[in-house]
């Protein structure tokens, strides 16, 4: 088989009076993520990941911010999209892991249903998608809660033919 790996990485700014929207699942706060989109770090970064592992560019490239049709869309529906186009290249989805770094709001009551919402919207089993979080101890742009980051790995295949 062929195997391939692929690394994301997303960082967006947090401000008073907007969604937070994380893995698929909205979560309450006070405040949410500055963007284009609604603001999915997390599946903006696997996204990336996916995309990078089939050297097929980057979120950008697929779903510009600069285009209306992608203005407040759900990123579930981009992470669909990005899974088909890997079908489309004969790949499937191995597994994947997000770790998302936030001061606040506490993540964990969240993480089963954000990796069910992402597992939906790749066609893949619960059980390939791990989603961890951490603080970071209050240090950094994280720390002080201006913002969220996600590291995302992604590892997809391309079973060879007759084999």
């Known amino acids: 088989m062929d195997f391939r790996i692929g ?3 997303d960082v967006h700014a947090l401000a008073d009076g907007l969604r937070l929207v994380l893995g698929g699942v909205e979560i309450a706060h006070t405040k949410g993520c500055v963007a284009h989109s609604d603001g999915d770090v997390v599946i903006h970064a696997l996204c990336d990941a996916l995309l990078g592992a089939a050297a097929l560019g980057d979120i950008g490239m697929h779903f510009p911010d600069t285009s209306d049709d992608f203005k407040g869309i759900d990123s579930k529906i981009l992470l669909q999209r990005v899974a088909e186009l890997l079908r489309s290249k004969g790949y499937e989805i191995g597994n994947v892991d997000c770790t998302i770094r936030a001061q606040r709001p506490k ?5 089963d249903t954000m990796r069910t919402a992402m597992a939906g919207a790749m066609g893949v089993d619960d059980d390939r998608v791990s989603v961890k979080a951490t603080t970071t101890e209050h240090l ?24």
């Open 7 to 9: 690394h994301g990485y």
């Open 107 to 111: 993540l964990r009551p969240y993480i």
């Open 140 to 163: 950094g742009f994280e720390g002080r809660e201006e913002g969220v980051s996600v590291s995302a790995v992604a590892l997809i295949f391309r079973p060879q033919a007759g084999k």
